[in-house]
C-alpha cells in the first residue's frame, strides 16, 4: 500500500465522521465565528457566538454595531479588540458591496477584513462545496511530521503540497481529518506516537522508539 493510500485510510478509521467543531446555522455565522477563531480554540468561540449572534443575527445588525459592544460580547477569546473591529469592518462590506450575502468567491472573501486564504478556504469548502485545504497550524505541523511537507515549508506551500498528493474529491474532507489527527492524537506536545498507525511513515524527530 503506497503512503497516500495508507494516510487516507488510517485517518478514515481513525476520524469517518470529521467535520468543522464550530457551531453555526448559516453562511454568515460560520465567517464570523471562523475569523474569531484565529488563534483561538473552537471551545471558547463556541461560548461566545450564541450571545454574539443573538445580539447581531446578521450582518446589518452587526455592521452598525459598536465595537466596545461587540468587544464586551468576545472578551473572553484571544485579540478580541482587533476581531471586534475586523468583523464589524466585514460586515459593513458585505452589506456595502455584496447585498449583504457573503461572497462565494475566493478574491471576494479574501477581499473582507478578518479574512485571508486559510479563513477563505474554510468558507468555500463548507459553504460552497469549493475543494480546499484550509492548513492552519495542526495541519501544518501533521503535514511536516508525516514527510508531506517540509520543515521550511510555509502554509501556502504546504497547502500546494497537499494538493498534489491527494486527490481532489478527498480535500475537504481531509481538511477536517488532519485537523483532528493534530488536535486530538498528533499533538504538538506529548503526541501518542506509540500508538500510532502512522508511525512507520511518520517523520517527526522525536518520536520515541518502539521496543
Known sequence: MDKTTLILNVLDEMFPNAK????YTNH?????????????T?????????????RYPTVY??????????????????LYKNKAKNIIKMA?????????????????????AGVGRKTANVIL???FDTPAIAVDTHVHRVSIRLGLAKKTDDVYQTEMKLYKIFPKERWTKLHHQLIFFGRYHCTSRNPKCLTC???????????PKKV
Do not use: M, W
Not at 468543522?20 to 457551531?23: I, M, R, S, V
Not at 473552537?42 to 443573538?54: E, R, Y
Open 125 to 127: 469548502s463548507n459553504l
Open 20 to 23: 468543522a467543531e464550530l457551531n
Open 197 to 207: 498507525k502512522l508511525y512507520e511513515v511518520c517523520k517527526y524527530d522525536n518520536k
Open 28 to 40: 454568515y455565522e460560520l465567517l464570523v465565528a471562523v475569523i474569531l477563531s484565529a488563534q483561538t
Open 92 to 112: 459593513n462590506q458585505v452589506v456595502t458591496h455584496f447585498d449583504g450575502i457573503i461572497p462565494s468567491r475566493r478574491e471576494d472573501l479574501e477581499s473582507l
Open 61 to 78: 445588525e452587526l455592521s452598525s454595531a459598536k465595537q466596545e459592544a461587540v468587544e464586551v460580547l468576545i472578551n473572553s477569546i484571544g
Open 42 to 54: 473552537d471551545i471558547q468561540v463556541n461560548k461566545v457566538t450564541p450571545i454574539l449572534f443573538k
